[in-house]
């Protein structure tokens, strides 16, 4: 069984809403909380999952200059999360800072240090609008080995990529790397922006280490039931 590697967004704008879903399915044991639901509720959520056991990926792609990108890891680390993200391209000063502020972080809070992890190519982008909209010359894989090539490099414990990436930067990247792939897609669901999808069977199979699941399950009519049948193709 894999469900151990499942992570469930909580894309909702309220902490009661939030707090609902994982109520309603508390066989999760690992949510991810993104930009619109902290900068509705602010940290109370994290408290909260902390005091329900909850793993928790805290997911605001820190992106700025290094002096500021450090001290915003170095907060987040207070807080006791299990992951944390910041954008590959805020460059390679950034990344080792931001690696060294949330080991601080977490010492001054008395927790454990969350693993800081580079967000490569958002998997809502196409190779189209890399390159051209973004202007970037090299290939969609090239790009985002690119990028976990740096955030390995800075020091940092892995990358966000789509699950098309995931086995081209798992073997150059080594299997202490850790693999975080949003984008997942069940065979039976939609799969709306996510323009470089696998089913979750296939994406661990290609070597990732956590997959991002969101509206297959929160979106469902049944977010139970499509929770089980998740698990069920996976155990398969």
Sequence with gaps: MHTDRIIVPLDVPTEALAIALVDRLPQVSFWKVGLELFVSCGG???STLKQRQKRIFLDLKFHD?????AGACRAAAGYGVDLVTIHATAGKDALSLAQQAAQEGAKTAGVAPPKLIAITVLTSLSARQLAFELKIPLELPEYALEMASLAREAGLDGAVCSPQE?????RICGDDFLLV?????PSWAAKGDQTRSLTPAQAIKAGADYLVIGRPIT?????EEAWERICQELAG
Excluded: D, S, Y
């Design 44 to 46: 109370g959520i994290l």
């Design 219 to 223: 979106a469902a009519a049944n977010p």
């Design 181 to 185: 792939c949003p984008g997942v897609r």
């Design 65 to 69: 200059i290094p002096n500021t990108v």
């Design 166 to 170: 995931v086995e081209q930067l798992r």
